[in-house]
T-cell receptor, first 116, second 112 residues
Framework: DTGVSQDPRHKITKRGQNVTFRCDPISEHNRLYWYRQTLGQGPEFLTYFQNEAQLEKSRLLSDRFSAERPKGSFSTLEIQRTEQGDSAMYLC??????????????FGPGTRLLVL | SQKIEQNSEALNIQEGKTATLTCNYTNYSPAYLQWYRQDPGRGPVFLLLIRENEKEKRKERLKVTFDTTLKQSLFHITASQPADSATYLCAPASNSGYALNFGKGTSLLVTP
């Protein structure tokens, strides 16, 4: 399977704990995105990497969130001191810029986080 | 502020009919617009992309129109099937941007 993969698929944690999610993008894609999606809403952008450089962070990404992409391949998203409001689906997507500056993002299956 | 609006109500149609989903946007000047399908508990799957200079795009039973004057895109599924039941998301995009901004999606239910 050469699609985007995410691990774990589900995570239940207690409030105040730290959690880390992993995303493995499509291998030839140099761009990687993290989104968050809550019930009844579309995905909301969190952060974006081009290769190993984190080029943009949304204001949704509080200080408790940190993302890395150390070698320009897989990425991790860590949430420290989780809160119940962090419960959501965390989606990873990857892309590569097409000719004519069009871009399609390919999404992974997501990690569903439940904070108790 | 930028806003993307999709049919807020779920769309229920009978198998074999054409489903039409609407995406309206304000305070955007997208160079292109994408439609994604999302099944429960899964990530969005790319369906179609239409450029601002294209009026219509087709792929099998899917058709997308893009009217930059009305700031609207319509997404049609002809000869709908129960397997088409899902949430459909639209995402207008610019050439200079990178993150996708999605509407809330429209839930489609096709009944036999």
């Amino acid at each position: 399977d050469t699609g985007v993969s995410q691990d774990p698929r589900h995570k239940i944690t207690k409030r105040g704990q730290n959690v880390t999610f992993r995303c493995d993008p499509i291998s030839e894609h140099n761009r990687l995105y993290w989104y968050r999606q809550t019930l009844g809403q579309g995905p909301e952008f969190l952060t974006y990497f081009q290769n190993e450089a984190q080029l943009e962070k949304s204001r949704l990404l509080s200080d408790r969130f940190s993302a890395e992409r150390p070698k320009g391949s897989f990425s991790t998203l860590e949430i420290q001191r989780t809160e119940q409001g962090d419960s959501a689906m965390y989606l990873c997507a990857s892309s590569t810029r097409l000719a004519g500056a069009l871009e399609t993002q390919y999404f992974g299956p997501g990690t569903r986080l439940l904070v108790l | 502020s930028q806003k993307i609006e999709q049919n807020s109500e779920a769309l229920n149609i009978q198998e074999g009919k054409t489903a039409t989903l609407t995406c309206n946007y304000t305070n955007y000047s997208p160079a292109y617009l994408q439609w994604y399908r999302q099944d429960p508990g899964r990530g969005p799957v790319f369906l179609l992309l239409i450029r601002e200079n294209e009026k219509e795009k087709r792929k099998e039973r899917l058709k997308v129109t893009f009217d930059t004057t009305l700031k609207q895109s319509l997404f049609h599924i002809t000869a709908s099937q129960p397997a088409d039941s899902a949430t459909y998301l639209c995402a207008p995009a610019s050439n200079s941007g990178y993150a996708l901004n999605f509407g809330k999606g429209t839930s489609l239910l096709v009944t036999p």
